[in-house]
């Protein structure tokens, strides 16, 4: 009897050991998986705010270089962008395509920001 009552016992602690073992695990990834989506939220909001500092920093240069100019909404957007895709290393050519504009009024837009060192670059390819 007392075989019994131990065997039952010691069957019961194994029991209770392994639902102990598997709750545990899922409360582990249930935890992870929360985690996992905070990770997420918050590299969604870091990029964002990386954006949002990026077009407050050419508005700034846009304001800086057309100082006492008037520029409708619409024409900072473009120009934002332009000035954009050129700070990112795209030729004039592509930012033209890519805008639906000519070559000629890409360097027109982007003239009050080609550093003296962009324009005798260019000056060097062309030849």
Excluded: C
Excluded at 58 to 72: F, K, N, P, V
Excluded at 95 to 104: R, Y
């Amino acid at each position: 009897m007392m075989e019994w009552t131990l065997a039952i016992l010691f069957g019961t602690a194994v029991i209770l050991l392994i639902i102990s073992v598997l709750k545990t695990r899922q409360t582990s990834k249930d935890e992870q998986r929360e985690i996992d989506m905070v990770h997420i939220t918050m590299m969604n909001e870091i990029t964002q705010i990386q954006d949002h500092i990026r077009h407050i920093e050419l508005d700034a240069e846009i304001t800086m270089r057309e100082a006492g100019l008037q520029i409708t909404l619409k024409e900072r957007q473009v120009l934002r962008e332009i000035l954009d895709l050129y700070k990112r290393g795209y030729s004039l050519e592509s930012i033209a395509a890519e805008k639906q504009l000519s070559e000629q009024e890409t360097e027109q837009l982007l003239s009050a920001y080609l550093t003296p060192k962009d324009e005798r670059r260019k000056v060097a390819n062309e030849s």
